[in-house]
Structures are given as structure tokens and as C-alpha cells.
């Protein structure tokens, strides 16, 4: 292994140093490998080879114009970070903090003290309170938790989805929702409904009816209804074509709603003669109309 002085640039004393340094005793000491030692020397300034000196010339570039030291350096630093009036780095810091400090607050635990309080409503005495109540505000009647509030509000969210998405809806059956105009009586049981369903689509809603066959009683009229499913009204008139089949003959008709009667989907023939007195009248036909749940 090759001592020290195979590498030109290093003094004896630097060489002492360092196998001093990594448990030698001098010259006869450890020392390092060469490729260490060349290592080292590639890293030193071409003015100033020797270890020192090159300590000496990296502060030197690190120095603005006019600095003599790196003390000088970091004082000026530091004096370029203190605003004007202050006269150390603690009155900076100590300003700093009063800047954050409101009108009548003494001390930053006084501001944190009144920030939380101006989080806190009337009545409430600690922010945990006020995050108690925050939650209770979030939950509706009948909800015991804010778990039962994000679980019913995700109920919710579904129930709107299937009204956008286009997934039908079968309403429930109810007798009294299928009606004659008196004198004339429309009865209709639930194995006589081949097809109701509806879908809702941005405040629009597509019908589609197939009912029969079914009784019409009492004395005889040209007009029949039905009640729309779910609490639906008509926001505004349409009509469409329907089919009426009674008797085994077909009846061009039409179906329409109103904003008279905005609950009902009315069934009348073209030609609007009476529907004759039978058991077996079947309507059937879709109708798209502006509708909304009634408030």
C-alpha cells in the first residue's frame, strides 16, 4: 500500500493529521488506498491544494461582495430578515406572532383562545360541543346518528338515481285509481293490468298502460280515467294517441292530461261516441308529459 507521499500536494503535517486520525502515529502510521487519496486530491481547488486551503476558497465563494467571513455572512443574513425597528432575530419572531394577535389579545394563546371561541355559537360552551351540534343539524327527523343520516341520505341518492337512469317503476295496484265519468262506472281488478309502468327523466315522465280487459257499468260515457301513479301531476297538457279495444274492435282514442285535473290520464275515442257497456274494454298506449310529485 502507498504511503502519502506517492500523491503530490499533500504536506507531511496533513499527512499526519489524517493517519493520526484514522489510528495511525504519524508518518510510519495507518494510511489509506491511493484511489482515497486521489479521491480526495480531485476535490481540492487547483489554487490551494492542500485541505485547508480548499475549505478556505469554497467559503470564499460563498461570500458576497464586501464579507470578509462567514459570520459576517450570517449576521448579515439574518439582518436582512429583521424589518425595520427591529433589533434582533427574537423581536422579528416575537412581531411576527403579535401581527397574528387581534385587537385586545395579549398573547398567542389568548388568539388561539378566542379564534376557537368564535367557532362556538350561542350556547354552546366548547368547540366539542359545537361539532356535537354541527353533526346533530346534519340529522332529519327520526335519524338517532350521523351514521343513520349518510346511510338514508345515500337511500335518498338511489331513489333520485333510479328516476334519472331510466329503471321503470311498477306503481302498486289500487281500484279506486281507475274511474268513470258519471253516470259511468269503470271497474278494474289487478289480474287486469297486462302493463303499468313509468320511468322519470329530468322532470319528464313516460307512462306506458296496457289495462283489460275490464267493465264499464251504469249508464254509458264517453270519458275514463286514471289516477297517475305516486303522488304524480301533470305540469303542463299533452296528448297522445292511445288504442281502445271493446268488443273485439278497435277504436282509434287518445290520451291526454291537464292542469285542470293535473292527477289524471284521461282515455276518449276519436270520434268521441260513448263506450259501450261491457266487460271487455281495453286501453292501452304511453304518454311522455312534464310531471312532478305534488308537494
Known amino acids: 500500500m502507498a504511503s502519502w507521499s506517492g500523491v503530490a500536494g499533500f504536506s507531511a503535517e496533513f499527512h499526519n493529521a489524517l493517519a493520526t486520525e484514522i489510528g495511525g502515529s504519524g508518518p510510519g502510521g495507518a494510511v489509506l488506498p491511493d484511489a482515497t487519496k486521489a479521491l480526495i486530491k480531485a476535490g481540492l481547488n487547483a489554487s490551494a491544494p492542500d485541505l485547508p486551503g480548499s475549505v478556505q476558497y469554497l467559503v470564499a465563494d460563498t461570500l458576497k461582495a464586501g464579507q470578509t467571513s462567514v459570520q459576517q455572512a450570517a449576521r448579515e443574513y439574518l439582518a436582512g430578515v429583521i424589518k425595520t425597528g427591529q433589533t434582533s432575530m427574537i423581536t422579528a419572531i416575537e412581531q411576527m406572532v403579535a401581527d397574528k394577535i387581534n385587537t385586545s389579545q395579549t398573547n398567542l394563546q389568548t388568539a388561539i383562545e378566542r379564534h376557537t371561541a368564535n367557532a362556538v355559537k350561542a350556547g354552546e360552551t366548547v368547540l366539542g360541543t359545537a361539532t356535537e351540534k354541527r353533526l346533530a343539524g346534519a340529522i332529519r327527523s327520526g335519524q338517532t346518528s350521523p351514521y343513520d343520516a349518510v346511510r338514508l341520505n345515500a337511500e335518498d341518492n338511489l331513489v333520485q338515481a333510479a328516476r334519472t337512469k331510466l329503471i321503470k317503476v311498477t306503481p302498486t295496484f289500487n281500484a279506486a285509481d281507475y274511474i268513470g265519468v258519471s253516470p259511468m262506472t269503470?271497474?278494474?281488478?289487478?289480474?287486469?293490468?297486462?302493463?303499468?309502468?313509468?320511468?322519470?327523466?329530468?322532470?319528464?315522465?313516460?307512462?306506458?298502460?296496457?289495462?283489460?280487459?275490464?267493465?264499464?257499468?251504469?249508464?254509458?260515457?264517453?270519458?275514463?280515467?286514471?289516477?297517475?301513479?305516486?303522488?304524480?301531476?301533470?305540469?303542463?297538457?299533452?296528448r297522445g294517441y292511445c288504442e281502445v279495444v271493446q268488443g273485439g274492435v278497435n277504436y282509434p282514442a287518445r290520451c291526454y292530461v291537464n292542469t285542470t285535473n293535473p292527477d289524471r290520464l284521461y282515455f276518449q275515442k276519436l270520434d268521441?261516441?260513448?263506450?259501450?257497456?261491457?266487460?271487455?274494454?281495453?286501453?292501452r298506449g304511453q304518454l311522455f308529459f312534464p310531471a312532478a310529485i305534488a308537494a
Open 186 to 238: 269503470w271497474t278494474v281488478e289487478s289480474g287486469d293490468i297486462n302493463a303499468m309502468h313509468y320511468v322519470e327523466v329530468g322532470g319528464l315522465l313516460l307512462i306506458s298502460f296496457w289495462v283489460g280487459p275490464t267493465q264499464t257499468s251504469g249508464t254509458a260515457h264517453n270519458l275514463i280515467y286514471m289516477k297517475l301513479p305516486n303522488g304524480y301531476e301533470a305540469l303542463d297538457q299533452a
Open 272 to 283: 268521441e261516441s260513448n263506450y259501450a257497456l261491457s266487460s271487455n274494454l281495453h286501453v
